[in-house]
């Protein structure tokens, strides 16, 4: 079945301890990227890479680092999380290289820094 | 200045109703638009993609209007599982790998 998927799902944490949020696809995409989503802010991309070793930040990259060692996988990195960091993260890809196309968003991670 | 506008809403319908959402834009540049759906906690799905002036999907009609800048999404014969968040995307023109989403506009079809 092709899909994203993210882990955790959900997630609490404390506040300076370093996460990783792994994300991986089975559909061959060259596109991937991070979205976090906040009540009232809607959707803001935080990185994006399109292509293996291509990465470049997007509206809110501070606070997280990002790598695309491999074509299937696009970990997000909180190396000192904070409480503003609390939020609901999506990670996507697109078979599109530029991300113009269909993005296939994974369910979500919830995370919560206390 | 947003980059994409949404009303937020919540419309509230009955069943079988015409329902129609408007996003404003403002990079004249974008080529690439989208209209998602996003169910409560939930990630959002593609409903529909806008290239040039418009497209239909069954009870979906998607209009782009580039003079105006904006894109609109037409929901005919509102049914109870349409209840969601519509949420529309542009792309940054000429900066690639970067898009932009609206906030989201909120529908409850109620019986």
């Known amino acids: 079945e092709a899909q994203v998927t993210q882990n955790p799902r959900y997630l609490i944490t404390v506040t300076g301890k370093k996460l990783t949020v792994t994300c991986s696809q089975n559909?061959?995409?060259?596109?991937m990227s991070w979205y976090r989503q906040d009540p009232g802010l809607g959707l803001r991309q935080i990185y994006y890479s399109m292509n293996v070793e291509v990465t470049d930040k997007g509206d809110v990259p501070e606070g997280y680092k990002v790598s695309r060692k491999e074509k299937r996988n696009f970990p997000l990195i909180l190396e000192s999380p904070s409480p503003n960091q609390t939020s609901l993260y999506f990670c996507?890809?697109?078979?599109?290289?530029?991300?113009?196309?269909?993005?296939?968003f994974g369910p979500g991670t919830r995370l919560t820094v206390l | 200045r947003k980059e994409v506008e949404q009303d937020p809403g919540p419309f509230n319908v009955p069943e079988g109703a015409t329902v129609a959402f408007n996003c404003t834009y403002s990079?004249?540049?974008?080529?690439?638009f989208f209209w998602y759906r996003q169910d409560c906690r939930k990630e959002p799905k593609l409903l529909m993609s806008v290239y040039s002036s418009g497209n239909e999907d069954g009870r979906f009609t998607a209009q782009l209007n580039r003079a105006s800048q904006y894109i609109s999404l037409l929901i005919r014969d509102s049914k109870l599982s349409d209840s969601a968040t519509y949420l529309c995307?542009?792309?940054?023109?000429?900066?690639?790998?970067?898009?932009?989403f609206g906030r989201g506009t909120q529908l409850t079809v109620w019986p």
């Open positions: 559909m061959n995409h060259e596109y």
């Open positions: 996507a890809s697109s078979l599109s290289p530029s991300g113009a196309d269909t993005q296939y």
């Open positions: 990079n004249s540049a974008s080529q690439s």
């Open positions: 995307a542009r792309d940054r023109g000429s900066t690639l790998g970067r898009l932009y």
